[in-house]
């Protein structure tokens, strides 16, 4: 079956990550159905969605907020939510029983020909898909937090997730311009959380053994790697920092990163003593009580650069040396 470039789509649960999808979808003009197992929050979401959508405006994120809102239902039960959809987001607490539960339910209610995906982070769709008459047209389809400001997402199937599930997810969310990620094997923390979680290790070792203040590592990367990386990823930026691209970086620096290797082997958990002294630098430097401004300047600077990256789109070429 052709994906629709317009798919009816579902959102199921309706907290901040739901909320962001129905931004994705009804921006790009899906009809937007929210279901969730608390109809007053559903309702209050609109008006929430509503209200990111003011602000991504202003950073010419969405061009029509009265026209994308116009795309958004709330409907009164699951199956009216899924009745009518070609793509499912399910987006409830990462617990595995809540997970098989509602998962049962959207493959009874929804039409055969409707992709059913989850937005969890770190539980993989072999835990929660194998026993459903429709396994093969479920998988995970994991957003980074929120999706309506950072676009990727990583598909990860189960063995028996069919390949046309994988290739319409991704069509999908091409066409509603998130980019879509393939997991090619289904992996423990997928691919984002793995990377993460790879410089996190070694951030909180670097501090607890002395090497830099929490301050100062933040520092590396906000104004360091975090620039480069912001608009290209790390086999590029390798590429680009060698006269004669990958096999001449790996020749420099390939032993260099052979020997830190070496001693980046420790795989304890982190202490609660190095919690607290992470905690309390950051709390020295930004106060509990103002944590949620802090996010939302975080947002607006988001906007900023999605907004930039969005004029920067069609410049992408070469230039031509001096």
């Not at 607006?300 to 031509?320: G, S």
């Amino acid at each position: 079956m052709n994906v629709p470039s317009l798919p009816s789509v579902s959102i199921i649960g309706s907290g901040l990550i739901g909320q962001a999808w129905a931004v994705v979808f009804a921006r790009a003009g899906c009809v937007t159905t929210l279901w969730d197992g608390n109809p007053q929050a559903a309702q209050q979401a609109v008006t929430l969605i509503e209200q990111q959508m003011q602000t991504l405006a202003r950073y010419g994120l969405v061009d029509d907020v009265v026209g994308a809102m116009a795309h958004i239902r709330v409907a009164d039960s699951l199956e009216a939510a899924v009745a009518q959809s070609d793509y499912v987001q399910e987006n409830l607490p990462e617990v595995l029983d809540i997970k098989l539960d509602i998962f049962a339910r959207l493959d009874a209610a929804a039409p055969p020909h409707a992709i059913v995906a989850s937005s969890t982070s770190g539980i993989p769709a072999t835990a929660f898909t194998e026993d459903l008459a429709g396994r093969a047209r479920c998988l995970v389809a994991h957003p980074v937090n929120p999706p309506s400001l950072i676009p990727v997402v990583e598909l990860s199937g189960a063995p028996w997730t069919s390949e046309q599930t994988l290739v319409r997810t991704r069509a999908i969310m091409e066409a509603v311009k998130q980019k879509p990620v393939t997991v090619l094997q289904e992996i423990d923390g997928f691919i984002l959380n793995r990377l993460q979680g790879a410089l996190l290790r070694e951030a909180f070792r670097l501090v607890e053994q002395g090497y830099v203040s929490v301050e100062d590592l933040d520092t590396t990367v906000s104004h360091g790697l975090g620039l480069r990386w912001s608009f290209m990823g790390p086999f590029e930026t390798i590429d680009l920092n060698a006269p004669g691209g990958i096999r001449d970086y790996a020749q420099r620096y390939g032993p260099l990163y052979q020997e830190l290797a070496k001693t980046q082997v420790d795989t304890e958990p982190w202490s609660n003593a190095l919690i607290d002294r992470v905690t309390t630098a950051r709390r020295a430097d930004l106060p509990e009580d103002k944590l949620a401004a802090r996010r939302a300047w975080r947002d607006q600077r988001l906007m900023a650069l999605a907004a930039h990256k969005l004029q920067q789109l069609n410049k992408t070429e070469v230039p031509d040396a001096d």
